[in-house]
């Protein structure tokens, strides 16, 4: 467990307070895993708990959370909440501490509960166990236990309910059953594929952050077949997914990128997400650049077209940052630049910011499609002969390092 974790959890015990460690962190302990974060949920309001820690602030409006802050290190803490009202109505009492949207999606929720309330509040039975540091025991108030001894992810309560409620607890649904390699049991996964549609009302900026847990999590690949299978794809990316839908080459190119992406993943090493993007949606934007080409555009004005339109267009459902969207660009307008060995040209291409990227993205294109084998071969010589030059911050000259490693790419 986490050191700050256990500091958090014995400090609310001492403050006479009531403390469990909760969610996914008792889930990857007990599948021994390591877990990516430590999540506590009390009986402490958030103000409670930000005069016990100095270290803490409160974030959220739809969810109050405090987050407490260590050196390398968050503890976000809840506090037990209550079951969601029948009646939008019966909130009214609560001074408006939560509102129901009308397709029945929580909008805001800030009512106080029991423990045992809080745990049938959360999405799947295995992310509601707690594990008490007052005895060491694991409270299992819906059926956790089970369901990960029988591999199965399990909704709490009605899933058609939940998932009008919160529709990315369809998504996780699906990155739960491929990173964990469960199965989603029929009458969830039967929901999922009925109700696919309401992911139009999640926050677009929430989508975005869900989507490099998808691409992130080491098992991408498994992910992917998850969203296939219950057909997210569609809703998230509706039309890159209608494009691989209609030549089986396409899907293949996803699914290499996808298990490179594991591969780096479970190295260790970490792909920011304007790199993620362009290798994703790689081929679908040479695709719309060679149209726009065809069509008239010049090579530089057709990149930028395509990849704007695309990721600005996919915004409406998942709200890819404006400096990503740039990036992204770069990345597919340099890859023209590939093709100029002659003069200074490459010297300068490959001092230049955004070499590395394009040029990654070049690499596994190549190896993906076995093209440009000689240029591949012309470019890593380069780069092995050319040092990078780095401008002091106080533009006092330059200064040269060793070039820095690409990315593995099998």
């Known amino acids: 467990m986490s050191s700050a974790a256990v500091k958090v959890l014995y400090r609310l015990k001492d403050e006479g307070y009531t403390g469990y460690l909760a969610g996914g962190g008792v889930r990857d302990l007990l599948l021994n895993r390591n877990p990516k974060d430590f999540d506590v949920a009390t009986d402490a309001t958030p103000e409670q708990i930000r005069k016990i820690f100095k270290n803490c602030r409160l974030i959220g409006r739809r969810f109050r959370l405090a987050h407490i802050l260590f050196r390398g290190e968050i503890i976000e803490t809840s506090t037990f909440r209550a079951p969601v009202p029948e009646d939008p109505e019966d909130t ?31 999405d799947f039975t295995i992310n509601a166990l707690f594990y008490n540091i007052a005895d060491f025991s694991v409270i299992d108030y819906a059926g956790g236990l089970q369901d990960l001894e029988d591999k199965i992810i399990r909704v709490i309560g009605d899933p058609d309910k939940r998932f009008a409620e919160d529709p990315v607890r369809m998504i996780r649904a699906a990155r739960f059953a ?5 199965e989603i049991e029929k009458k969830a996964l039967d929901s999922i594929c009925r109700n696919n549609n309401l992911l139009a009302d999640a926050a677009p900026s929430r989508m975005y952050e869900e989507v ?11 992910v992917f077949q998850w969203l296939e299978k219950t057909d997210l794809l569609h809703p998230m990316f509706h039309d890159f997914s209608h494009w691989i839908d209609e030549d089986k080459k396409r899907h293949d190119w996803v699914i290499q990128t996808l298990e490179q992406m594991d591969r780096w993943r479970q190295a260790g090493l970490r792909v920011h997400p304007a790199l993620l993007f362009a290798l994703i949606f790689g081929e679908y934007h040479e695709y719309l650049i060679q149209q726009l080409i065809e069509g008239g555009q010049s090579p530089h004005d057709a990149a930028r077209i395509a990849v704007q339109g695309h990721l600005k267009g996919m915004c409406e459902n998942v709200r890819v940052p404006k400096t990503v969207i740039y990036q992204v660009c770069d990345i597919m307008d340099h890859q023209r630049r590939f093709e100029r060995t002659q003069g200074r040209r490459p010297q300068r291409f490959i001092q230049s910011r955004g070499f590395l990227d394009a040029f990654l993205y070049f ?11 000689e240029l591949l071969e012309f470019w890593t010589d380069l780069r092995k002969k050319t040092p990078q030059k780095i401008v002091s911050k106080k533009g006092r000259g330059t200064r040269k390092k060793a070039t820095k490693p690409d990315l593995p790419i099998e």
């Open 363 to 373: 690499k596994f294109s190549a190896k993906a499609h076995d093209r440009n084998i």
């Open 92 to 122: 009214l009492h609560c001074e408006n501490t939560m509102r129901v949207g009308e397709t029945g999606m929580v909008m805001r929720d800030n009512i106080f509960g029991t423990p045992e309330e809080d745990a049938m509040r959360r």
């Open 212 to 222: 490099q847990k998808l691409f992130f999590c080491g098992h991408a690949k498994g």
């Open 178 to 182: 491929g990173t964990l390699g469960f």
